[in-house]
């Protein structure tokens, strides 16, 4: 149906490299020649002393080699696969000058008594060979006195000890004041460097030799996880070494190294900030309060961090409780919606002595006996908007905090999302050269004005990612929560606006999606069109030709999902669309899914960002009886997936490593029954998406690039909740469905599906992403490519039932009560149309109507759904109900409600009205 490349793309060198080839982005081999800025390495002088050889060391769970002159580390691999290394050894030799940090440096910034300025001071930044220390005993594998590779004139003296402690490797500083005066440390930064580095590896290299790493930014309790791009085991745990909390996480922007859309960069474990606080970050809000310390002369302290192996990801959190480290478990997460009563579970050898909520009064903490010894429990709720620190003390004095994020009610975040996309981003100009009139166009939240111009085409463009978030989030909006009035806008916006101008009406390629309705053509504009206040000279500003380019894919499921949307209004309300029949937008949504395969059939072959909107289309041509248009769509989608099946790792895009693609390839590998191909997409989705005790990172799928082009700070930075997020938790949430009993899988997928809102403003502007950097930690300025975040969100947003063993009965999207063997939930959830509940392995889905509180029998197994009052445009409701494979037995609605179009048909009261679901006999 469509040619597909032999073998995946290699990883583009740099940003320097990429080209514009149909709307993406891609290496130019000609151009690497000239611009390779890793060829800026290889001129640096070697500093490390590679030639004066490698310490080798084996222990328990780790073989170590250290450069004996600088006594960094040169490899570490687990013993359990002595193949991969989890440091970036491939480079070594290329990283060997001076300003590249290697695991085992150490940043300092300090003053002494009398100063008012910080001094810097770094392992790392003019290297000389170090002076070893006699170990003196067999738990010591190498020390070192640091004076010879720090500037002159520091005084504190820097001792590093390589050990073993109770049998696990431990990196020690031992600092002393050996000056006259006091000194005050104010920053102290222990450099992580693991590999992360993509640069020039195909897809399957770079699942079998890289890592991404995560950090719990906790103080005492905090650590790094760093996981294989497979999924697979060993995880290799960075944890605290006695006191050496995880104050903050610093990106490491003076290493040389060339960071881009294959380096995100590396990051030090900071355990005091307070200098970087006063200067560097003296804007930003940091994760916990920056701290320092005094060291009097002759004073003496010491930090270190130790290395351990977990199984999987998985197993992360039942490996620090062996190793005695803190584990706090948020249900339903750590975004809090102000209607949620959330548990907070703490597992830890010591009681908690004394909690902390900053700003005050941001959340109320509430101690609730469970009767399990193996944590403590708390009830936890939103009180303020904003973010919001729970700093939690042990009797032993060990600190762990909690990073929350309050929001609105999840209803009232979806209103106030879909107002301000109909109000404050639409756009009228009848006059308008580029036909945008009646849009929903790029908004500058900083500055309060829409995007009309930018030197990005894409992003007043309405298309691509960027430009298309806008629309795009408005049309999902209706579908969660319709709103006539939205409505009314947005059906002029599909059949007319975008219809008219998004899409050609040019014989065969009618229903092909440019890049972008908005270019740079000033030959052909009337002087004025464009401000010279916009550098339009770059390559990102496309002319007309460029503009009009229909061969990216990427742009195509926004166009489908729009129509679909409306499709499913207009099929399953009353009265909401009144433009065009409902036939003309399933229609459309179907062709514009077959365009992408016969128009734009490089990209295709790869998995598309909310691919999923294909998938739904093809099941509602099921339900519709078309049959004809079902076969074909069916057919085109299964020749992609039996490409991927081809593939160890099937999620290139037209950027060298995506996470992005693994939204669809899941979905059509486990819907055509490829379950070796759903569970490598499941383990890789884990690789870049964590859980984790802190908002801004639990579930929050990794991307580091978009900012480039979708936001307005622009720059190579972990983006905290990009789109990722919303459209991972579309698979993982999927698969936990499938299952039964993996809560591990169900707090990543609706950390996921959470973060996908939590940086919604309080008047309801979606931004590109948060921005990880201290200097920075806030939204960004532009709409961007929020719109597909919010995708995820629309066709993903479920409340889950289920029981832990450990845990007891949990809700996700809901507040859980129990009478006597009732397990009841009332739905908070926003979009209250998706109900799984897990121990019938049950799911509930309504294409009109909502959802208002559901019970579960545990002893009859009954179960009993409420729906919410009758509104004219919805009199009835549809509901699906469907099982999980792997679940015995099946459950029956009451008699007297038929069927259509595989729905039940639900006639809504002025009221409540129930619904009984009855267990049959297995």
């Not at 809000?285 to 999987?312: H, M, Q, R």
């Not at 109000?423 to 006059?431: I, L, V």
């Not at 801004?696 to 700070?713: C, E, I, M, Q, V």
């Not at 997928?749 to 806030?778: Q, R």
Request: net charge neutral; hydrophobic share 40%; proline share 5%.
């Amino acid at each position: 149906m469509f040619p597909f490349v032999a073998k995946q793309k290699k990883l583009c060198k740099t940003l320097n490299c990429l080209l514009v080839i149909a709307g993406g982005l891609l290496c130019s081999s000609e151009r690497l020649i000239a611009q390779d800025p890793w060829k800026n390495l290889e001129s640096k002088p070697a500093t490390l002393g590679l030639e004066k050889g490698l310490l080798s060391f084996k222990t328990p769970a780790f073989r170590l080699q250290l450069v004996k002159a600088s006594q960094t580390v040169a490899t570490l691999q687990s013993n359990v696969d002595t193949v991969f290394d989890f440091t970036p050894h491939d480079r070594l030799k290329l990283r060997s000058g001076n300003h590249m940090y290697h695991l085992g440096d150490l940043n300092i910034r300090l003053r002494e008594q009398g100063q008012t300025g910080w001094k810097s001071y770094s392992t790392a930044s003019g290297r000389q060979e170090v002076s070893p220390i006699s170990t003196g005993g067999k738990n010591v594998l190498a020390a070192a006195d640091l004076t010879n590779t720090l500037p002159d004139g520091m005084p504190i003296r820097v001792e590093r000890y390589w050990e073993l402690v109770d049998g696990q490797l431990v990196l020690l500083f031992k600092l002393k004041n050996i000056s006259n005066r006091v000194v005050e440390l104010g920053s102290l930064g222990i450099p992580m460097i693991f590999n992360n580095i993509l640069q020039g590896k195909t897809l399957e290299d770079a699942h079998a030799t890289n890592v991404f790493y995560d950090p719990y930014i906790g103080k005492d309790a905090g650590y790094l996880q760093v996981t294989r791009l497979n999924g697979h085991g060993p995880v290799l745990l960075v944890l605290p070494f006695n006191k050496t909390p995880f104050e903050a996480y610093n990106p490491l922007l003076d290493d040389p190294t060339p960071r881009g859309i294959d380096f995100e960069g590396f990051y030090e474990w900071m355990v005091h900030s307070k200098a970087y606080a006063e200067n560097d970050w003296s804007k930003a809000e940091p994760w916990n309060k920056p701290t320092a310390v005094s060291l009097n002369p002759g004073g003496t302290t010491e930090y270190g961090v130790k290395f351990i192996l977990a199984a999987s990801p998985q197993d992360i959190e039942p490996t620090l409780k062996v190793n005695n480290r803190p584990v706090a478990i948020g249900i339903p997460g750590y975004v809090l919606p102000m209607d949620v009563d959330a548990k907070l579970f703490l597992s830890y050898s010591k009681k908690v002595s004394a909690l902390q909520v900053e700003p005050q009064g941001a959340l109320t903490v509430k101690a609730v006996a469970d009767g399990n010894a193996t944590h403590q429990l708390y009830q936890v709720r939103g009180k303020i908007w904003g973010r919001a620190r729970l700093t939690i003390t042990y009797q032993d004095g060990l600190i762990q905090t909690v990073n929350y994020k309050v929001i609105k009610p999840e209803a009232e975040v979806l209103k106030d999302y879909g107002h301000f996309l109909t109000h404050e981003q639409w756009f009228e100009n009848q006059s308008d050269p580029f036909g945008r009139d009646q849009s929903v166009i790029s908004y500058d939240y900083e500055s309060k004005k829409q995007v009309t111009q930018d030197s990005r085409a894409w992003i007043p463009g309405l298309s691509d990612e960027g430009g298309a978030g806008g629309w795009l989030g408005a049309v999902m909006k209706e579908v969660v929560q319709p709103d006539k009035a939205e409505i009314a806008r947005l059906q002029v916006f599909v059949g007319h606006t975008m219809w008219g101008n998004i899409q050609h009406n040019e014989g065969e390629q009618k229903y092909g999606v440019k890049k972008s309705v908005f270019y740079y053509q000033p030959n052909e504009m009337p002087p004025g069109t464009y401000s010279d206040t916009i550098n339009y000279k770059t390559w990102a500003a496309w002319d007309r030709k460029a503009a009009n380019d229909v061969g990216r894919s990427y742009n195509y499921p926004h166009v489908a999902a729009a129509h679909w949307a409306l499709y499913r209004l207009a099929r399953y309300h009353t009265g909401l669309v009144t433009d065009k029949p409902w036939a003309w937008y399933l229609q459309n949504a179907f062709h514009t899914s077959m365009a992408m395969v016969q128009l734009a059939p490089y990209y295709a072959q790869y998995g598309q960002m909310e691919g999923t909107v294909f998938y739904l289309i093809l099941m509602d041509l099921k339900a519709e009886g078309w049959q004809k248009e079902a076969n074909e769509l069916e057919l085109a989608m299964k020749a992609r997936a039996d490409h991927w099946r081809t593939l160890l790792y099937p999620f290139g895009s037209e950027m060298p490593w995506d996470s992005t693609g693994q939204e669809e390839v899941y979905l059509w590998s486990d819907y055509f029954g490829y379950a070796d191909k759903a569970a490598t997409t499941i383990n890789a989705i884990f690789a870049y998406m964590p859980t984790i005790p802190h908002w801004g990172y639990n579930g929050s799928a990794r991307r580091y690039w978009d900012f480039l082009y979708g936001g307005k700070l622009s720059r190579i930075e972990r983006q905290l909740h990009h789109y990722g997020s919303g459209l991972n938790a579309i698979p993982v949430l999927s698969a936990y469905r499938k299952k039964l009993g993996d809560l591990y899988m169900l707090r990543v997928g609706y950390g996921g599906l959470m973060g996908s809102i939590a940086n919604i403003t309080p008047d309801g502007f979606g931004p590109a992403a948060f921005h990880s950097f201290p200097s920075t930690l806030k939204i960004d300025g532009l709409s961007g490519d929020y719109g597909s975040n919010f995708f995820g969100y629309a066709v993903n947003s479920a409340v889950y039932l289920t029981h832990d063993a450990d845990l007891g009965w949990l809700a996700f999207g809901g507040n859980l009560t129990q009478s006597g063997p009732w397990v009841n939930v009332a739905i908070t959830n926003g979009s209250r149309s998706k109900i799984y509940i897990a121990p019938a392995a049950l799911w509930l889905t309504l294409k009109a109507g909502t959802f208002s509180k559901i019970a579960y029998n545990t002893t009859t197994k009954k179960i009993l759904v409420w729906l919410d009052r009758k509104y004219d445009d919805t009199p009835v409701a549809y509901l699906d109900v469907s099982q999980s494979p792997v679940k015995t037995g099946s459950y029956t609605v009451e008699k007297n409600i038929a069927k259509k179009r595989g729905a039940y048909v639900i006639p809504l009261l002025n009221g409540l009205r129930q619904v009984t679901l009855s267990p049959s006999a297995d």
